[in-house]
Structure formats: structure tokens, C-alpha cells
């Protein structure tokens, strides 16, 4: 069982950046592909980020290529999307998950979730 616990999200103006981490334990995190996704209040939860195992292949939803980047650190069981120029739209919960094999975006292929973190960007 893994547990995921998201943090450094918060109120930024628009433009602005944020850092969110998301700590993983009580499995072997190396075996994981991780991802980001986001729910904004009245819309559905949607894909953001993810990347593979070993953390060489990333891939991004449209609208913040170029913007985020995901990143992880296998040593410190702790995956990363570091969010520059952001949007008063990038409003939302943000979530990171665990899926064994490799990365996808499809949500309802991970296994594991954590609580997510707000993000709200201010115009």
C-alpha cells in the first residue's frame, strides 16, 4: 500500500509560480509511474502531467506545455511539477498518483491518490 501526501500548493497571483511535491511511502517508488491531475469546482478531475519509472519520458496536457515540469527523485520517493506562468484557470485541486507499469493519463488507471493540494491563482 502506498501512501501519497501532496503539498506546496497556496494562493499565487497570476504569473506567478508554484512548486508541488508529493511524498510517497510504504512501497518501493522506483516502481511507480506517477501523475498529476486536477479538478476545478465543477469540472471534472483531468490529466496534467505524468512520467515513467525511471523518470526519462514525461508527457503534458496541452494547455501547460511549456509551462510545468514534472520531475522525480527516486532517491527521495518524492515526484515534483513545478508550475511557472501560471493562470487565473490553472485554479484547482491538484493530485498526484501511483500506478504500477508504465505512466498513463488516464486517472482511472492509477492505483493510488492523494489527498491534493489547492492551487489558486488570482488575476
Known amino acids: 500500500q502506498v501512501q501519497l501526501v501532496e503539498s506546496g500548493g497556496g494562493l499565487v497571483q497570476a504569473g506567478g509560480s508554484l512548486r508541488l511535491s508529493c511524498a510517497a511511502s510504504?512501497?518501493?517508488?522506483?516502481?511507480?509511474?506517477m501523475g498529476w491531475f486536477r479538478q476545478a469546482p465543477g469540472k471534472e478531475r483531468e490529466f496534467v502531467a505524468r512520467?515513467?519509472?525511471?523518470?526519462?519520458?514525461?508527457d503534458y496536457e496541452d494547455s501547460v506545455k511549456g509551462r510545468f515540469t514534472i520531475s522525480r527523485d527516486n532517491a527521495k520517493n518524492t515526484v515534483y511539477l513545478q508550475m511557472n506562468s501560471l493562470k487565473p484557470e490553472d485554479t484547482a485541486v491538484y493530485y498526484c498518483?501511483?500506478?504500477?507499469?508504465?505512466?498513463?493519463?488516464?486517472?482511472?488507471?492509477?492505483?493510488?491518490w492523494g489527498q491534493g493540494t489547492q492551487v489558486t491563482v488570482s488575476s
Open positions: 510504504g512501497g518501493t517508488f522506483s516502481r511507480y509511474a
Open positions: 512520467i515513467l519509472r525511471s523518470g526519462g519520458i514525461t
Open positions: 498518483a501511483a500506478k504500477t507499469g508504465g505512466s498513463s493519463s488516464i486517472g482511472s488507471l492509477y492505483d493510488y
